[in-house]
């Protein structure tokens, strides 16, 4: 059974908007780095952002800068991703991870100790 779950994929046209969130059952979210990935059909898993234990520090891929945003409410255990302007490229399987501590080399998979089952974004007309 996984420690995060996601939620808030659905089918969206190319311009719009969703929100996702990963919520922790039996972690205290508010102890953990969290990294949002994303895996395309046929591609890696890649890194979207990460926001630290405070919220003080995000880092986003180049792909997404300027259309979305990490964000984190510790009293909720959960962390967001609004994702603004979306594009048919952002269609993926997205998915929250935590991990202890940080590292510079944020977007390895491994590094992450616990992960979500996904959630489904398709973005077209």
């Known amino acids: 059974q996984s420690q995060l779950e996601e939620s808030g994929g659905g089918l969206v046209q190319p311009g719009g908007a969703l929100r996702l969130s990963c919520t922790a059952s039996?972690?205290?979210?508010?102890?953990?780095?969290v990294t949002w990935f994303r895996q395309a059909p046929g591609k890696d898993r890649e890194g979207v952002s990460l926001?630290?234990?405070?919220?003080?520090?995000?880092n986003y891929a180049d792909s997404v800068k300027g259309r979305f945003t990490i964000s984190r409410d510790n009293a909720k255990n959960t962390v967001y991703l609004q994702m603004n302007d979306l594009k048919p490229e952002d269609t993926a399987i997205y998915y929250c991870a935590a991990a202890s501590s940080y590292i510079s080399a944020w977007a390895i998979t491994s590094w992450y100790s616990f992960w979500g089952q996904g959630t489904q974004v398709t973005v077209s007309s």
């Open positions: 039996r972690l205290s979210l508010s102890s953990y780095v």
């Open positions: 926001i630290n234990v405070s919220g003080g520090m995000k």
